[in-house]
């Protein structure tokens, strides 16, 4: 899926607070299992190289916490004012 349409609809000012958290969520997480290692090595490039922050870093942090801690992010998302942003990926992600 495509979590860079998503990005689109988040304010940029918003950026830095959801970055702190999604990451916060992916270093803490205990379902470290579920990350597929392509997307894992791209969050670490885009980190290495100080981009966690731009549309493509958000994007790649956003699949990550879903993947790996899908209620905090959801939650995270709600408490920014973004409940329909929240909405929109639980809708793209069910089954």
Do not use: R
């Not at 689109?8 to 205990?30: G, M, N, Q, R, Y």
Request: proline share 4%.
């Amino acid at each position: 899926m495509d979590y860079s349409k998503f990005v689109k609809v988040i304010p940029a000012e918003k950026w830095e607070t959801l970055a702190d958290k999604l990451i916060d969520f992916i270093l803490t997480s205990k379902s470290d299992e579920k990350m597929p290692s392509q997307l894992a090595n791209a969050v670490l490039y885009h980190w290495q190289h100080d981009a966690l922050k731009s549309e493509t870093g958000i994007a790649l942090m956003l699949e990550a916490a879903v993947l790996l801690e899908p209620e905090k992010t959801f939650n995270a998302l709600n408490e920014l004012q973004m409940a329909k942003v929240a909405e929109q990926i639980k809708e793209a992600t069910e089954p």
